[in-house]
């Protein structure tokens, strides 16, 4: 490319798509990323064989120790579900909801 005006804009406008596939590109790698909460791991499996309905109380006895992934890092369920009254749930997608609205909370 010439070193002239007409090169160096050519350049600056090559510059400036680039950046604007890298962003677009790095914004579709976060897409792909699982945000906290969103992915329980073994407590996930646990929910799917719970019997139904169940309580908040059951839940905490039962998959207490499991941790889940938070915005502050990895917490026992029965510490985000402490400040829950015990409610009763009749599906595991029921439970999900409550632990990720616990979580935003937060």
Avoid: C, F, H
Wanted: aromatic content about 4%; overall charge negative.
């Amino acid at each position: 490319m010439p070193d002239d005006k007409q090169g160096r804009d050519k350049q600056a406008a090559n510059e400036e798509q680039r950046q604007r596939e890298r962003a677009l590109q790095e914004a579709r790698n976060r897409a792909d990323e699982p945000k906290p909460g969103k992915e329980l791991g073994d407590l996930d499996d646990a929910l799917e064989v719970q019997d139904y309905p169940t309580t908040t109380e059951q839940l905490a006895e039962n998959y207490g120790d499991y941790e889940v992934e938070t915005q502050g890092g990895w917490k026992p369920l029965d510490e985000v579900l402490a400040s829950v009254d015990n409610e009763i749930y009749d599906s595991a997608d029921d439970v999900r909801d409550r632990i990720q609205r616990q979580i935003n909370r937060r």
